[in-house]
């Protein structure tokens, strides 16, 4: 797979530059361990110390803290080649920006200090907690609470897909501050473990991964672990999550990418009826079919992320990233239901590619909001607010 470059979408000097980088190190550090990797549930040694040292952590922090700027173009570029390499390490690499990007964005001086160079120097595990049993897309409906006390907070309740949870070394939860059930009743709290009153429970799904479900039971958070200002989570939440969404995109169309190519190599070396698969023509149209749309995701991801980096309209932004995230995930769907088609059997194995990606793009149709969610954001965009 050659560095992407989307049609109609010029990247700078600086953008070919990562996506050449990033090539190289997927080629060099993450393909030898990257089936490993994919197959398991706990976070593989090799791959976590393969993409701490590459760097790319970098793009989530700020110039300022020693990072390189957050950029959601390039974003984008690293999740498409990383996902197209390895799930897992798009996993990785993305589960640690998904809490560290609202300090960067959110965060005091002294967190910032604290937590970003934690980042860059592989020195700390981090975890996002929204998510929760009975809340998902509702983020207004989560019922974790967070109790004032006189030195800070007791925090009660459970959190649902908490990625490495059980070893994370701090924990960005979102929860209840108040009784009101208005937007401005959240608060997101950033504190570090070893903590009192929290367990863990893995909680497996579909594909293989490091989902745990956590629960606080009169858990003792300081006073200053809250990141922005008190009351203000959903907002945090929600202006992260519109930030990453051409990033999911971008994971979506590097794993369907993979998936074509795949199919591509089979159909061209697989006999049958005295050809090869590729000269019959209805496979011929379909992997051109599957082909087209994936470039058009690749083209509206790279479009939605440079409009998240240039708008300051965080209406606007979200409605972009939207529309990025609801086509590229289901077309991504699309392709790899076709690669795993072309297979035939071979491609239901246990621990193929194409099966590992089958099982994998099946998430980001549902995580960082639903297709569902995202319908009701671009209708919102062209309808105005339901009454």
Request: contains cysteine.
């Amino acid at each position: 797979m050659k560095p992407p470059f989307a049609l109609g979408t010029p990247f700078s000097p600086a953008e070919v530059a990562l996506a050449e980088q990033v090539a190289a190190f997927c080629e060099r550090d993450v393909r030898p361990v990257g089936d490993e990797a994919d197959a398991g549930d706990e976070l593989h040694p090799g791959l976590v110390a393969a993409v701490r040292a590459s760097g790319l952590f970098a793009h989530f922090v700020p110039e300022d803290f020693g990072g390189a700027g957050l950029s959601v173009v390039k974003l984008a570029l690293i999740r498409e080649r990383l996902a197209y390499e390895s799930v897992a390490a798009d996993e990785f690499f993305v589960s640690q920006g998904i809490p560290v990007q609202p300090i960067a964005l959110f965060g005091s001086r002294a967190q910032k200090e604290k937590y970003l160079p934690a980042l860059l120097e592989g020195r700390h595990v981090f975890s996002f907690c929204l998510t929760e049993p009975g809340a998902g897309s509702d983020v207004l409906g989560i019922t974790t609470t967070a109790t004032k006390t006189s030195d800070g907070f007791l925090l009660n309740g459970a959190k649902r897909y908490a990625f490495a949870g059980n070893i994370a070394n701090t924990l960005l939860v979102f929860a209840k501050s108040g009784e009101s059930t208005e937007r401005g009743n959240i608060t997101a709290l950033l504190f570090d473990r070893p903590a009192t009153g929290v367990s863990s429970t893995f909680f497996p799904l579909l594909a293989p991964g490091p989902e745990w479900e956590l629960h606080f039971h009169d858990c003792p958070v300081p006073a200053d672990a809250v990141l922005g200002d008190e009351g203000n989570g959903a907002r945090i939440a929600l202006g992260n999550l519109d930030r990453l969404r051409p990033s999911v995109a971008a994971a979506a169309v590097g794993m369907a990418q993979r998936a074509l190519d795949e199919a591509a190599a089979y159909v061209k070396e697989r006999q049958a009826f005295g050809h090869s698969l590729a000269h019959f023509q209805g496979l011929r149209f379909g992997l051109a079919e599957a082909t087209a749309e994936i470039e058009a995701a690749r083209s509206l991801v790279y479009g939605a992320a440079r409009f998240a980096d240039e708008t300051s309209d965080p209406q606007l932004v979200r409605t972009s990233s939207a529309k990025a995230k609801l086509f590229a995930t289901e077309a991504a769907q699309r392709a790899i239901d076709v690669a795993l088609q072309f297979h035939g059997g071979v491609g239901l194995s246990r621990g193929s590619i194409t099966e590992r990606l089958y099982k994998s793009i099946r998430a980001t149709r549902i995580y960082e909001g639903s297709a569902e969610v995202m319908k009701i954001v671009i209708a919102r965009s062209v309808l105005g607010k339901e009454e």
